[in-house]
């Protein structure tokens, strides 16, 4: 048996825990059975450079309660049967176990070549109350050594389509991080591939619901017709404001809880005719009005929040049922950063909600359309502020191996150690804290002198 030795701290509170991660070699999965050698083609919505990266996500479980569960299993099953399960549910998702290809015009294809995704048995001796229990939030210094990553996973020409470590707690519960390139599923397709995985783990003999490719149904039409302005995409200059957070390395993540008294009292602010508005528009107006404030942008510039929308609902004629590619797009609100700070918070939620309803079928076909005919450009980051909901893609319960009780499921950013790329984005994560109170989590990243404003004014209503 190889292992890698991890030390690391995990500051909590006002002590230190130190522990080791044990990895063993990695492994490549195939799948257990063989399938196609074909090549497929990517939409447009899944080629587009900004989904050229791999993406993690990482649950938290602890020891099942069952006693059948405990008298049958160990902690050595943990690890078997995940991998044992991975290789079953690879021979339906075989793309996973591809590699992709460069096409003419910087395109990308995906050839099914069946050399699998790699896979890594780890151990920590820690247990999961150490690691925060039932509070366990960000930010986390250490889930770094909890997520695998080769030295040449952004060479995404180069490296397998998904690397997944299981590691094991000295309590009984483990750790599952998965991290997959984002050019093949968005974060709903990779949920339903993780449910799939859970299914088989269980003894299921296929996926209850079976995957679909038909990524055509996403790409430009001909001929490309680019019906809507998608200033996400706008050319945004630089200005020497803009260089402030950039200065300092000293960045930093706190998490943010919503329960349902903060919302209540936040709605309070809210006027009658937008009293109908999400929880998602409320907060996002919030937060982006409260981080405007707090970097100190030049007040005549303009700042801009770009929202991910799911667009599986958005179409006449629905997308098929196990269809798990990139069906996301990117609408943007755009201000002058002191109309935001200065008006009503309606003014910030007008924004948002305009730009999220902005997004239809056609707002869809645009985005494509876009894609094709200027080279899949990347959205500006210039002032910009990234939200994106995933706290109905991260239901950790769904994901259910059959040894252990899920306690939390982060994703993105929220587990990235803040860093001058990371601190741009936020996401929105369904939390249930230990005295029961149920709301949503989220983690922000900003340069430590900005954190400190930024807490007084989330904090000031």
Not at 321 to 327: D, P, V
């Amino acid at each position: 048996m190889v292992f890698s030795s991890l030390v690391f701290t995990l500051r909590k509170s006002f002590s230190s825990i130190a522990f080791t991660v044990q990895r063993r070699k990695p492994e490549l999965i195939v799948p257990a059975k063989p399938t196609p050698h074909e090549f497929k083609c990517l939409s447009d919505i899944d080629d587009r450079k900004g989904n050229r990266s791999h993406s993690p996500t990482i649950h938290f479980y602890r020891r099942k309660k069952d006693p059948f569960v405990s008298s049958t299993c160990n902690r050595e099953d943990i690890v078997s049967v995940i991998r044992k399960a991975l290789a079953d549910t690879l021979v339906f998702y075989y793309p996973f176990a591809g590699r992709l290809r460069e096409a003419p015009r910087g395109k990308l294809l995906l050839e099914c070549t069946g050399q699998g995704v790699i896979f890594v048995e780890a151990d920590a001796d820690v247990s999961l109350n150490q690691l925060g229990g039932d509070d366990l939030k960000p930010p986390f210094p250490c889930l770094e050594q909890l997520l695998y990553s080769p030295d040449d996973s952004e060479d995404i020409l180069s490296c397998p389509l998904m690397f997944i470590q299981v590691t094991r707690l000295t309590c009984g519960g483990f750790i599952f991080g998965v991290s997959n390139n984002h050019t093949i599923c968005d974060a709903q397709g990779l949920h339903q591939f993780k449910i799939a995985l859970a299914e088989i783990a269980r003894g299921h003999v296929s996926p209850s619901i079976l995957p679909v490719w038909e990524r055509h149904l996403l790409n430009a039409r001909e001929p490309p017709q680019v019906s809507f302005p998608h200033r996400e995409y706008d050319n945004v200059i630089s200005s020497r404001k803009d260089t402030f957070p950039y200065l300092s390395n000293d960045m930093v993540q706190h998490s943010f809880f919503f329960g349902p008294k903060k919302l209540a009292t936040l709605r309070q602010h809210v006027p009658h005719h937008l009293q109908g508005c999400t929880t998602f528009e409320l907060l996002t107006a919030w937060l982006w009005r409260c981080r405007t404030s707090a970097i100190g942008y030049d007040p005549k510039e303009e700042v801009r929040v770009v929202i991910s929308v799911n667009a599986r609902g958005k179409f006449r004629t629905p997308l098929p049922i196990g269809f798990y590619g990139n069906a996301i797009v990117d609408p943007v609100a755009v201000s002058i950063a002191e109309e935001l700070i200065e008006n009503p918070l309606s003014f910030g939620i007008e924004l948002v909600k305009k730009a999220k309803n902005e997004v239809n079928e056609e707002y869809i076909r645009s985005t494509a359309d876009l894609m094709a005919t200027k080279g899949r450009p990347t959205i500006s980051t210039e002032r910009t502020y990234f939200v994106s909901d995933l706290r109905r893609v991260l239901n950790g319960d769904e994901v259910d191996f059959g040894f252990g009780e899920v306690v939390q499921v982060y994703s993105g950013t929220a587990i990235s150690i803040p860093t001058l790329t990371s601190w741009m984005s936020s996401v929105y994560i369904s939390y249930r804290e230990s005295k029961g109170g149920t709301g949503i989590l989220v983690p922000v990243s900003l340069p430590r002198l900005a954190m400190k404003k930024f807490v007084i004014d989330i904090d000031s209503i």
